[in-house]
């Protein structure tokens, strides 16, 4: 099961807290001491911005697979999110200068910094609701020597917050592709703890074995796997990349909600539990996947009756964003989670947009 590092930053004995666990997450990814020099960089830069312009807000530190497209799995990414519900930076240009700071945004000094070391970087601000911010360290690349090149194409990103910041979380999303077709699933482990991971883990690894199956038959699969397990609520949404067709299909109480042509749809999952309590029949909607297309996968942690977002701007940035702005925008600071929350998002490439690094990868 993979460990999260979910670190409220309220004061500054906080920032310590941050880096050591960014740390800690490079050993886990057999990061060289330089690039964990740079995530300890980004950590400490990221939680002593929380603090000098937000007020305070959560940093989350996990491993994730891949990134955010379909190109081939390279090995695990530190990943560093940074929430806040404070004033907003209003003008992000200006705030992504090396240098500089201002006590009127949310967030400003070193991120300049934190663009140039990161292997990709993101970030999504609206002026009186806050900011997130997406990191993500990994191994550079030859041909770019402060991070990995980027191949167009759909792309994938996540945040996963384990319940009263436990070491690990019960959800887990994963993806994975094989010839023309990209999956993506999201397991909710029954209950929460090492249990409950232990259930969800076991669903994301299986994935790798049988990604080229159809939601369907694919759900059957991890059916069988679970069975040893206390069980999981499943969804999977694949993508036929030839023809353009998302495939959609779920067991327990995994949300989901697909927006295309400027509106939201919800996608059905059906009442059971994968390796418990598996429905006879399962429908699967298949729906085209246009250029504007974008899935949202969420576990119940996330308030069912929450808000998809409006702001046509947030839904071309890196999916991880989206991702942590949709969970960020369905509380409050005074409103913490009640349950693991995962958050997972596939979005097609056209119109992306926020921050580049300097070297102009896509």
Same mark, same amino acid.
């Given at each position: 099961?993979?460990? +999260?590092?979910?670190?409220?930053?309220?004061?500054?004995?906080?920032?310590?807290?941050?880096? +050591?666990?960014?740390?800690?997450?490079?050993?886990?990814?057999?990061?060289?001491?330089?690039? #964990?020099?740079?995530?300890?960089?980004?950590? #400490?830069?990221?939680?002593?911005?929380?603090?000098?312009?937000?007020?305070?807000? !959560?940093?989350?530190?996990?491993?994730?697979?891949?990134?955010?497209?379909?190109?081939?799995?390279?090995?695990?990414?530190?990943? &560093?999110?940074?929430?806040?519900?404070?004033?907003?930076?209003? %003008?992000?240009?200006?705030?992504? =200068?090396?240098?500089?700071?201002?006590?009127?945004?949310? *967030?400003?000094?070193?991120?300049?910094?934190? *663009? /140039?070391?990161?292997?990709?970087?993101?970030?999504?601000?609206?002026?009186?609701?806050?900011?997130?911010?997406?990191?993500?360290?990994?191994? @550079?690349?030859?041909?770019?020597?402060?991070?990995? /090149?980027?191949?167009?194409?759909?792309?994938?990103?996540?945040?996963?917050?384990?319940?009263?910041?436990?070491?690990?979380?019960?959800?887990?999303?994963?993806?994975? !592709?094989?010839?023309?077709?990209?999956?993506?699933?999201?397991?909710?482990?029954? =209950?929460?703890?090492?249990?409950?991971?232990?259930?969800?883990?076991?669903?994301?690894?299986? *994935?790798?074995?049988?990604?080229?199956?159809? @939601?369907?038959?694919?759900?059957?699969?991890?059916?069988?796997? &679970? /069975?040893?397990?206390?069980?999981?609520?499943?969804?999977?949404?694949?993508?036929? &990349?030839?023809?353009?067709? *998302?495939?959609?299909? =779920?067991?327990?109480?995994?949300?989901?909600?697909?927006?295309? %042509?400027?509106?939201?749809?919800?996608?059905?999952?059906?009442?059971?539990?994968?390796?418990?309590? !598996? $429905?006879?029949?399962?429908?699967?909607?298949?729906?085209?996947?246009?250029?504007?297309?974008?899935?949202?996968?969420?576990?119940?942690?996330?308030?069912?009756?929450?808000? @998809?977002?409006? %702001?046509?701007?947030?839904?071309?940035?890196?999916?991880?964003?989206?991702?942590?702005?949709?969970?960020?925008?369905?509380?409050?600071?005074?409103?913490?989670?009640?349950?693991?929350?995962?958050?997972?998002? &596939?979005?097609?490439?056209?119109? !992306?947009? =926020? @921050?580049?690094?300097? %070297?102009?990868? $896509?």
């Amino acid at each position: 099961m993979s460990r +999260v590092w979910d670190i409220p930053v309220q004061d500054s004995t906080r920032v310590r807290d941050v880096r +050591v666990a960014a740390e800690d997450a490079c050993a886990r990814a057999g990061l060289t001491p330089y690039r #964990t020099a740079a995530a300890a960089l980004v950590a #400490t830069e990221l939680a002593t911005n929380l603090l000098k312009h937000a007020g305070g807000g !959560r940093i989350t530190i996990s491993l994730v697979h891949g990134v955010d497209t379909a190109d081939a799995p390279g090995g695990p990414l530190v990943q &560093l999110v940074s929430l806040d519900h404070g004033r907003g930076i209003p %003008d992000i240009a200006t705030a992504l =200068g090396d240098g500089y700071t201002t006590s009127g945004s949310s *967030l400003g000094a070193g991120l300049g910094t934190c *663009l /140039r070391i990161s292997n990709d970087f993101d970030l999504h601000s609206t002026p009186g609701r806050g900011t997130v911010a997406v990191a993500r360290i990994g191994p @550079p690349a030859p041909s770019a020597p402060g991070g990995q /090149r980027r191949p167009a194409g759909p792309r994938i990103g996540g945040i996963n917050i384990p319940l009263a910041q436990a070491d690990c979380s019960g959800d887990a999303w994963h993806w994975a !592709r094989t010839d023309t077709r990209l999956t993506l699933l999201l397991a909710d482990g029954l =209950g929460h703890g090492p249990q409950a991971a232990r259930a969800s883990t076991t669903a994301t690894r299986e *994935l790798d074995t049988c990604a080229h199956l159809p @939601p369907a038959e694919l759900l059957r699969r991890l059916d069988t796997a &679970l /069975r040893p397990t206390r069980g999981a609520a499943v969804a999977v949404a694949q993508l036929d &990349l030839e023809e353009s067709q *998302l495939s959609f299909a =779920g067991i327990g109480n995994i949300g989901a909600r697909l927006y295309a %042509d400027g509106a939201w749809r919800p996608l059905l999952s059906r009442p059971g539990i994968v390796g418990a309590q !598996r $429905p006879a029949t399962l429908p699967v909607q298949r729906l085209p996947w246009q250029d504007d297309s974008l899935l949202v996968l969420h576990s119940d942690g996330l308030p069912s009756r929450w808000s @998809p977002p409006h %702001d046509p701007h947030l839904l071309t940035h890196d999916p991880a964003v989206v991702a942590a702005a949709v969970l960020r925008d369905a509380g409050s600071a005074a409103s913490p989670l009640r349950d693991d929350t995962s958050v997972a998002v &596939l979005a097609s490439d056209r119109g !992306r947009s =926020g @921050p580049r690094p300097p %070297d102009g990868r $896509p």
